[in-house]
């Protein structure tokens, strides 16, 4: 069960600069003041009411808590420390200062895929943890792989926001991530399984190796469309001109409509493009290389789409602004009751479903 300190958090950390956010959290550096040691702190606003869609709902965040205590992996996250104010909670957790994978990856001139391919056994390794204990991560993507630092190029895994406990027999559909990375069952309403994972495994290995997101559209609903048909290729030769048969054939055994086809963590970990069993597999990911020009684009439009989505932040913010001074009916802090819906676009999302990019 997920305790809470309810001190002050400044009584114990230093609080430092900003480090990343997102939708309704902030993250920072923080310094433990008995110890010196630096950690990230993790703020995260609290949903004030029923009605409201601000803020991340308690009961959410107490399970994104009890979660990361229950995993214990050199590839995942450790949770230090966590508080729970009156507006808000901070979780204390393992700093990690290396930047996202994908972004180291594109600043080298030459990467082939023995390498990648180690980089994503180690993300198996991880969901391997998860999975085994039936705790499925839900929201795999490019910006929650990251790396410890840059010297041990170690993985870590972030965001454990969407991550839910897997019972037998209880059937979970309420849950959206973001819309490039999402399953098809996600998106069909249909149950959620730990192999719901494993569709995100196959997008990010697809964009690793090529630089190419293969479902994305011009917009949201292309993109459903795009995965729901399943609507990917290797043909394009700027692409995948230098990608191995073994590196597609992975890709294959996760790009599955039906979730139980999908190749499991298990069988990840022993395919030959993860771990080579003759010496010709070996030759075949030492000579294929990732199109890491491609990948720079990749993050670079990523970027782009953030950048545009702090401007459209900022447009409803000014727009509720002039809307409240208008304004009659405040709550209790003088904010217009529900004016500054910053939530999913998405008009069926479900409270659980985070920001659709
Ligand atoms: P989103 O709404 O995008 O899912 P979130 O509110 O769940 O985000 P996180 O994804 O956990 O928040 O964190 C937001 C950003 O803060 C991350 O993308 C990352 O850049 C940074 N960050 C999170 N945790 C850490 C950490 N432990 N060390 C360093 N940076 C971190």
Same mark, same amino acid.
């Given at each position: 069960?997920?305790?809470?300190?309810?001190?002050?958090?400044?009584?114990?950390?230093?609080?430092?600069?900003?480090?990343?956010?997102?939708?309704?959290?902030?993250?920072?550096?923080? #310094?433990?003041?008995?110890?010196?040691?630096?950690?990230?702190?993790?703020?995260?606003?609290?949903?004030?009411?029923?009605?409201?869609?601000?803020?991340?709902? =308690?009961?959410?965040?107490?399970?994104?808590?009890?979660?990361?205590?229950?995993?214990?992996?050199?590839?995942?996250?450790?949770?230090?420390?966590?508080?729970?104010?009156?507006?808000?909670?901070?979780?204390?957790?393992?700093?990690?200062?290396?930047?996202?994978?994908?972004?180291?990856? *594109?600043?080298?001139?030459?990467?082939?895929?023995?390498?990648? *391919?180690?980089?994503?056994? /180690?993300?198996?390794?991880?969901?391997?943890?998860?999975?085994?204990?039936?705790?499925?991560?839900?929201?795999?993507?490019?910006?929650?792989?990251?790396?410890?630092?840059?010297? #041990?190029?170690?993985?870590?895994?972030?965001?454990?926001?969407?991550?839910?406990?897997?019972?037998?027999?209880?059937?979970?559909?309420?849950?959206?991530?973001?819309?490039?990375?999402?399953?098809?069952?996600?998106?069909?309403?249909?149950?959620?399984?730990?192999? #719901?994972?494993?569709?995100?495994?196959?997008?990010?290995?697809?964009?690793?190796?090529?630089?190419?997101?293969?479902?994305?559209?011009?917009?949201?609903?292309?993109?459903?469309?795009?995965? #729901? *048909?399943?609507?990917?290729?290797?043909?394009?030769?700027?692409?995948?001109?230098?990608?191995?048969?073994?590196?597609?054939?992975?890709?294959?055994?996760?790009?599955?409509?039906?979730?139980?086809? =999908?190749?499991?963590?298990?069988?990840?970990?022993?395919?030959?493009?993860?771990?080579?069993?003759? /010496?010709?597999?070996?030759?075949?990911?030492?000579?294929?290389?990732?199109?890491?020009?491609?990948?720079?684009?990749?993050?670079?439009?990523?970027?782009?789409?953030?950048?545009?989505?702090?401007?459209?932040?900022?447009? /409803?913010?000014?727009?509720?602004?002039?809307?409240?001074?208008?304004?009659?009916?405040?709550?209790?802090?003088?904010?217009?009751?529900?004016?500054?819906?910053?939530?999913?676009?998405?008009?069926?999302?479900?409270?659980?479903?985070?920001?659709? /990019?």
């Amino acid at each position: 069960m997920a305790m809470f300190r309810t001190e002050s958090v400044e009584e114990f950390y230093q609080i430092g600069e900003d480090i990343g956010s997102g939708q309704f959290s902030e993250v920072k550096k923080v #310094t433990e003041k008995s110890t010196g040691k630096d950690y990230a702190g993790k703020f995260i606003r609290k949903r004030r009411s029923t009605a409201s869609r601000r803020g991340v709902k =308690r009961e959410d965040i107490v399970r994104e808590v009890s979660i990361l205590e229950e995993l214990s992996h050199d590839n995942i996250i450790s949770l230090h420390d966590a508080f729970e104010l009156q507006k808000e909670v901070v979780l204390i957790l393992e700093l990690v200062t290396g930047g996202e994978l994908f972004h180291y990856l *594109a600043e080298e001139d030459h990467v082939n895929e023995e390498v990648a *391919a180690q980089f994503v056994k /180690k993300i198996l390794e991880a969901l391997k943890h998860m999975h085994d204990r039936n705790i499925c991560h839900l929201d795999l993507k490019p910006e929650n792989i990251m790396l410890l630092n840059r010297n #041990t190029q170690n993985i870590m895994l972030i965001d454990f926001g969407l991550s839910r406990r897997i019972k037998p027999g209880e059937d979970i559909r309420d849950i959206m991530g973001t819309a490039e990375f999402v399953a098809p069952e996600i998106i069909n309403f249909e149950p959620l399984s730990l192999n #719901t994972d494993m569709w995100a495994i196959g997008v990010i290995t697809y964009i690793l190796l090529s630089g190419l997101s293969p479902f994305l559209g011009d917009d949201q609903q292309e993109t459903y469309e795009n995965v #729901t *048909a399943i609507n990917y290729s290797f043909e394009d030769d700027d692409f995948f001109s230098s990608t191995s048969e073994l590196a597609k054939d992975f890709i294959d055994h996760l790009l599955l409509k039906d979730p139980r086809k =999908r190749a499991t963590v298990d069988q990840c970990l022993s395919h030959p493009w993860i771990m080579p069993r003759s /010496k010709k597999q070996k030759v075949q990911r030492q000579t294929s290389h990732l199109k890491l020009e491609n990948l720079r684009k990749f993050n670079a439009k990523k970027r782009w789409k953030q950048s545009m989505k702090v401007v459209s932040i900022c447009n /409803k913010l000014s727009k509720n602004a002039r809307l409240r001074s208008a304004s009659t009916t405040v709550d209790v802090n003088g904010l217009p009751i529900d004016s500054m819906h910053l939530g999913p676009v998405d008009k069926n999302s479900s409270p659980q479903t985070k920001d659709i /990019k």
